[in-house]
């Protein structure tokens, strides 16, 4: 791949995994988001905003994890993945996940910005996954449940 090519498709993976686009980013989508809705789950709702924060939180760490640690061990779904209780143990609980959740995303593109690391190149410990799949695969779960906590919102708020 040229290196102009290369460039361009770090940049764009950098904008994919912001959540800059066609949607509205993380940040804004939590903004404010009301202390009493964060642990309630309206009627047909299969999860809380808790939950879906935390899922996205353990899942984008897990990705990172697996993308860079060549002694990466595999959690077990759903039960490592999903937190159990629907509601925060506290404000700073939920505080908390926001920031490890922007930290490990600023790691992420750090990760794939780093000309070292060839975004087709297998990773070692892996069965064939690349960065660029661990990348793609990062954003897409983020933007799916992203639009979930949206929505929940939207639901809450009336």
């Known amino acids: 791949m040229a290196k102009q090519e290369t460039f361009s498709l770090r940049k764009h993976l950098a904008d994919l995994l912001r959540m800059k686009g066609a949607h ?77 959740f922007q930290a490990d995303l600023k790691e992420m593109q750090d990760l794939i910005a780093d000309t070292k690391h060839d975004l087709l190149a297998k990773i070692p410990h892996g069965t064939g996954q690349t960065l660029l799949r661990e990348a793609l695969l990062a954003a897409d779960h983020n933007a799916y449940h992203l639009g979930q906590l949206v929505f929940l919102r939207k639901m809450m708020e009336g």
Do not use: C
Request: a negative charge; aromatic letters at 12%.
């Open 24 to 100: 509205v980013n993380f940040e804004a989508a939590l903004s404010g988001f009301p202390v009493a809705m964060r642990g309630a789950r309206p009627h047909g709702a299969p999860h809380s905003a808790w939950q879906l924060l935390e899922h996205m939180r353990i899942a984008q760490e897990d990705i990172l994890d697996f993308s860079r640690n060549p002694k990466y061990r595999e959690k077990t779904f759903p039960g490592d993945y999903w937190p159990a209780a629907e509601a925060p143990p506290s404000e700073d609980a939920w505080d908390e996940s926001i920031r490890q």
